[in-house]
């Protein structure tokens, strides 16, 4: 499971950090609002610990700036500020938890580890992705639309896969570098846009919806009309 983990103080950031890998959790780490956006737009993570005192962004509006940017993953927030009113405050603009400084790592782990529990999908949605009349099945490693079969090459069912699973999201080119290819410094490719147009040449032929919108210049998703 990957994390992304906003704290500005050097201390709190490496000992935390650590203490998660050691727990088994991926960890990047943003010091500031903008890296925390930047990193947020070029991965996709399962949940996000989020300081609320930050150089560059009052903690509350970055939450609700990554929940704009389409962020859905569970945040736990952490705090010095302990009113009533902040807590309520940062609950209702888009954050799960709340875990007021100072704090016990191990408190910070269990409350993590609640959050993703909640949020983790069942075995049915594990082995069977659906968006409209298309469907995944992960196990069989094979596509169908309206019950007939696609005949996908291994990195076009990843790619697909990828999008199912982030269905409703804008996706970014780098993004896709990232998780499907491995490419983790977009180089000047087209192999994106190339598995798209290959990709849509199968799912979206004529007679049906289409599924995989481009947002010019942004990336792309998928979802139904």
């Known amino acids: 499971m990957r994390l992304l983990f906003i704290e500005d103080e050097p201390e709190i950031q490496s000992f935390v950090k650590r203490s998660l890998e050691e727990a ?4 990047h780490a943003a010091d500031d609002g903008a890296t925390a956006l930047s990193l947020a737009a070029k991965h996709v993570y399962d949940g996000v610990i989020a300081d609320l005192n930050l150089p560059d962004y009052d903690g509350i509006e970055l939450i609700r700036e990554l929940r704009r940017s389409g962020v ?16 309520v405050k940062g609950l209702e603009l888009g954050g799960d938890d709340y875990l007021t400084k100072p704090f016990a790592v191990a408190e910070l782990l269990a409350r993590m580890r609640n959050l993703l529990r909640r949020n983790a999908p069942n075995e049915e949605d594990v082995t069977r992705l659906r968006v ?9 490693r094979r596509a169908t639309r309206a019950g007939e079969v696609l005949n996908l090459s291994p990195q076009e069912f990843g790619l697909l896969e990828y999008l199912c699973r982030h ?3 804008v996706v970014t080119r780098s993004m896709l570098l990232a998780e499907v290819w491995g490419m983790h410094i977009q180089p000047d490719t087209n192999v994106v846009d190339v598995h798209i147009y290959r990709l849509r040449g199968k799912i979206d032929v004529e007679g049906r919806e289409p599924l995989i919108k481009t947002l010019r210049g942004i990336g792309y998703v998928l979802k139904s009309s």
């Open 24 to 27: 088994g959790y991926q960890v």
């Open 72 to 87: 859905t993953a569970p945040v736990l927030i952490l705090s010095a500020r302990r009113s009533v009113d902040d807590r």
């Open 132 to 140: 409209a009349d298309l469907e995944l099945d992960m196990l069989k």
């Open 167 to 169: 269905a409703g999201r």
